[in-house]
């Protein structure tokens, strides 16, 4: 039986003033997420809280946080590292930006005042707001430059990229191959584990593959298989919530040993049993049938 917590996929939404925050934010709720103009960045991680507890019925959140926030801002890193450490919640940063001209025309038409101009110097305003971002936009997952795009041209685009966010699936596939087939084509990570003490020098175990109890036993006993699966596996957990937040659909892991029975049966039977409850996973040997 699955129990994987809900996944909620979090859009921080930063940058200028005045380089389309407000056009962002109302496409995403055109798009089902719920969102929350000008929230203290300090409050990121209670709000995070309030979402997960919502049972599954808010999955996709939007946040604006901005200079708006005042000296709430500076603590963003810290709400940020606090929200990572709680799991189940995927966000991305998406920061927004135009040159300079574009701001300052955007603030006279719209006769607004920019929240860090002193005395009604916008340049000056925008300069300073650069500096004080300069940090979160390194941060930032997206970085959309608003300068040449009109207010529907960004609404489209956020559109495009942001509708399905929540029907993204990473489908992993781990096949076992052997070295001297050839290397699978197909895969995106390979792993070698040919150091691994090899039970084809066993007679009894030598008609057998990876997936047979006495095999995959002799594999597991050793303290470097277990060494290296405490590393892949530390490796494989980080990079597969990555993957899924960079829109990639499809993984191959590849782990190869001489011939493909043994070993890399057993190892690639191990991995798809640690990630099988997160992921939609299959397992393949492509080789454990060939001599």
Same mark, same amino acid.
């Given at each position: 039986?699955?129990?994987?917590?809900?996944?909620?996929?979090?859009?921080?939404?930063?940058?200028?003033?005045?380089?389309?925050?407000?056009?962002?934010?109302?496409?995403?709720?055109? !798009?089902?997420?719920? /969102?929350?103009?000008?929230?203290?960045?300090?409050?990121?991680?209670?709000?995070? #809280?309030?979402?997960?507890?919502?049972?599954?019925?808010?999955?996709?959140?939007?946040?604006? /946080?901005?200079?708006?926030?005042?000296?709430?801002?500076?603590?963003?890193?810290?709400?940020?590292?606090?929200?990572?450490?709680?799991?189940?919640?995927?966000?991305?940063?998406?920061?927004?930006?135009?040159?300079?001209?574009?701001?300052?025309?955007?603030? $006279?038409?719209?006769?607004?005042?920019?929240?860090?101009?002193?005395?009604?110097?916008?340049?000056?305003?925008?300069?300073?707001?650069?500096?004080?971002?300069?940090?979160?936009?390194?941060?930032?997952?997206?970085?959309?430059?608003?300068?040449?795009?009109?207010?529907?041209?960004?609404?489209?685009?956020?559109?495009?990229?942001?509708?399905? !966010?929540?029907?993204?699936?990473?489908?992993? #596939?781990?096949?076992?191959?052997?070295?001297?087939?050839?290397?699978? !084509?197909?895969?995106?990570?390979?792993? #070698?584990?040919?150091?691994?003490?090899?039970?084809?020098?066993?007679?009894?175990?030598?008609?057998?593959?990876?997936?047979?109890?006495?095999?995959?036993?002799?594999?597991?006993?050793?303290?470097?298989?277990?060494?290296?699966?405490?590393?892949?596996?530390?490796?494989? #957990?980080?990079?597969?919530?990555?993957?899924?937040?960079?829109? $990639?659909?499809?993984?191959?892991?590849?782990?190869? /040993?001489?011939?493909?029975?043994?070993?890399?049966?057993?190892?690639?039977?191990?991995?798809?049993?640690?990630?099988?409850?997160?992921?939609?996973?299959?397992?393949?040997?492509?080789?454990?049938?060939?001599?």
């Amino acid at each position: 039986m699955n129990t994987m917590q809900t996944e909620i996929n979090l859009l921080i939404i930063t940058g200028l003033s005045g380089a389309g925050k407000s056009v962002t934010i109302d496409a995403l709720e055109d !798009i089902g997420f719920f /969102c929350v103009d000008n929230l203290p960045p300090a409050l990121i991680p209670k709000f995070g #809280d309030l979402i997960l507890q919502s049972q599954g019925k808010v999955t996709k959140v939007g946040l604006v /946080c901005d200079m708006r926030g005042g000296d709430f801002f500076n603590t963003v890193f810290d709400a940020l590292q606090e929200l990572e450490q709680k799991g189940h919640v995927n966000y991305q940063i998406v920061f927004l930006e135009a040159d300079d001209s574009t701001i300052v025309r955007r603030f $006279k038409e719209t006769r607004r005042r920019h929240p860090m101009a002193k005395d009604g110097r916008v340049v000056e305003g925008i300069h300073e707001e650069r500096r004080m971002l300069d940090d979160i936009r390194g941060k930032a997952d997206l970085i959309i430059n608003t300068t040449n795009l009109k207010a529907s041209a960004l609404r489209q685009q956020i559109v495009e990229r942001f509708s399905h !966010i929540d029907q993204q699936h990473l489908k992993v #596939d781990i096949m076992s191959f052997g070295f001297k087939h050839g290397v699978p !084509i197909e895969a995106d990570m390979i792993f #070698d584990v040919r150091f691994l003490p090899n039970p084809h020098y066993v007679d009894h175990l030598r008609p057998k593959t990876g997936r047979d109890a006495e095999v995959y036993e002799y594999v597991m006993k050793w303290p470097i298989t277990t060494a290296f699966l405490s590393k892949l596996t530390d490796m494989v #957990d980080f990079l597969l919530p990555q993957f899924r937040k960079e829109g $990639k659909q499809q993984l191959v892991i590849g782990i190869g /040993c001489t011939g493909g029975k043994h070993r890399s049966v057993a190892l690639a039977e191990y991995l798809h049993e640690h990630i099988k409850d997160r992921e939609w996973t299959t397992v393949v040997h492509r080789d454990s049938e060939k001599s």
